[in-house]
């Protein structure tokens, strides 16, 4: 045991910086961030049209609704090896290739906009009813009660939902390194699977490990700071 930790320790890839665990780590932690925030810039307003459309009275806006939540649905089904295969033309037609961190981020991002539509979607859906009534009952417009109740209400929830889906893009970013994504993904693919270095596998396993219990840490956090029923309890 003590021999093949020795071994493992003496590894030059596990302590050099190009090519290493380290830089490995920065790629994934930034295909995670930018993913995160095209997500909630595109998933937030798609979760809340859901939420606005689904009763209106309307029946061509009944309609858009449920073409958008199929569609919505649809994405979300697709296993997401499958889905970054699939969407090599598309990423290689906007970043000019079709591997590294660029390109896997357009996937990245379609795969986590629908699942994170959804959560949202759920997240306003907590909110009492009675309580957008009341609101609206005072002359607020559509536009006010999504401003001043809908996400103040539901912010602990859309903050829970944002941890829970950077987590799963995460876990996402080390299925694309299969396909030559960059990140921690790719390191344990390429050295550690194909290449038979178990420690490499180890290294990466343990670092995404702590990246979520981070994440896990922080967004726990964040939601408890906003969460005015947690301070009035």
Do not use: C
Not at 17 to 43: E, F, I
Not at 105 to 116: D, H, K, W
Not at 206 to 225: N, T, Y
Request: net charge positive; glycine share 8%.
């Amino acid at each position: 045991m003590i021999e093949t930790l020795q071994e493992w320790l003496s590894n030059p890839l596990l302590v050099r910086w190009d090519g290493g665990p380290w830089q490995a780590t920065l790629v994934t932690l930034y295909m995670t961030a930018v993913t995160m925030a095209l997500t909630v810039l595109l998933g937030l307003p798609l979760g809340v049209a859901l939420f606005e459309t689904d009763d209106s009275a309307s029946p061509l806006v009944r309609k858009i609704n449920q073409v958008t939540g199929f569609v919505v649905n649809v994405l979300r089904s697709f296993p997401f090896f499958i889905l970054i295969i699939a969407l090599i033309p598309i990423t290689s037609a906007i970043t000019g290739r079709s591997t590294g961190p660029n390109a896997a981020m357009i996937a990245l991002t379609i795969a986590a906009v629908p699942f994170a539509a959804r959560l949202f979607e759920l997240n306003l859906r907590e909110i009492p009813a009675g309580k957008i009534e009341a609101v609206r009952m005072m002359g607020a417009s559509r536009w006010q009660v999504i401003r001043q109740v809908l996400i103040p209400e539901a912010l602990p929830g859309l903050i829970g939902s944002i941890t829970t889906t950077t987590i799963a893009v995460i876990g996402y970013t080390a299925m694309a390194g299969s396909v030559n994504s960059g990140g921690l993904g790719q390191l344990a693919y390429n050295r550690g699977y194909t290449g038979y270095q178990t420690e490499i596998i180890v290294v990466t396993v343990i670092l995404l490990i702590a990246i979520v219990i981070l994440v896990q840490l922080i967004g726990d956090r964040l939601s408890r700071a906003v969460d005015h029923r947690a301070r009035t309890a």
